[in-house]
């Protein structure tokens, strides 16, 4: 059997891992991240350099979250344990979710004592059990049970979980399922209910083996991802705009637009936080993340020394 480390991962796994990370990030960023392979102990900043590199467009204070989550934890993103995803919310309007993989939440559970599944659970509820748990058979949902017990203490813990009978997940072609779904919720609500002290709270969890770096639509109450219909995928590097929630964002900017001066009434010193700075660009210049960066001499920003309100007067200034 191959050896598995404290992140959870073997070694065919973090090999796997990386190939993945090479054909999502490219060549130059996996031998970038390749030191913090099978770490099992991040700092903040050791964190943040990976999701700086994984997930440069997402807010300052999500990735800021998830290095925390990691380095309290004992997460590594290389791993799978934790990710930071664009979507649409149910209005359309652009947003991140902050999602942690149930294989994370499984290294959590089992660091403070073992624990056991009874009853081949995760497993399908019969109908007595439904009726015994809800007073009624729920036939719009697949219904799923998991039945957990700690190994040392003997205590035991029930979780349950639901998915549309009639909705697909994403993911059906990898093998994802409606079942694998109900099974994930009804674990997530066990391990909660078994450890409920060692669970981190503020992220979303899912199946992170069919997690694509790609944009989706992602329920943030329970951090499943949907396929998006067609034409609402948001765009992975767009930055959204502080304006209305049916506002998009121009992803492409015309050579004669871009030449034209801008004056924005816009004061600097109101400029508190790197996201704030970010959204005030791309409102004011229509400047891209990338081109952001570009223009602050910066590869990522985690490397900016100036506050926000002076790194958009050093732009302003060349308008």
Known sequence: MPQANKTGESYEEQIRDMVRLEKEQGLDKARQLTKYQGVTQLTRSQAMEILETIWPDAPATDKVAAAILCSSYGLNPLANHVFLIPFKDKTGRKTWARVWGIKAKRLLASRTGGYSYLDMTPRLMTEAEQIKVWGAVDKANLCFLTWLKDTKTGAEAYGYGKWPANQEPYGTDKGNSKANMASIRSESQAIDRLRPAEMPTGFAITDEQYIEGESRVVDVSTGEITEPETGTEPSATAVEPPTSPTTEPTSVIAPEEAKQPTKPKRDPA??????????????????????????????????????????????????
């Open 270 to 319: 109101t400029l508190k936080t790197i996201t704030a700075l970010q959204k005030a660009l791309f409102e004011d210049f229509k400047l891209q993340p990338k081109t952001q960066l570009d223009e602050l001499n910066l590869k990522s920003w985690s490397e900016l020394t100036l506050t926000p309100a002076e790194a958009y007067q050093q732009i302003q200034a060349t308008r």
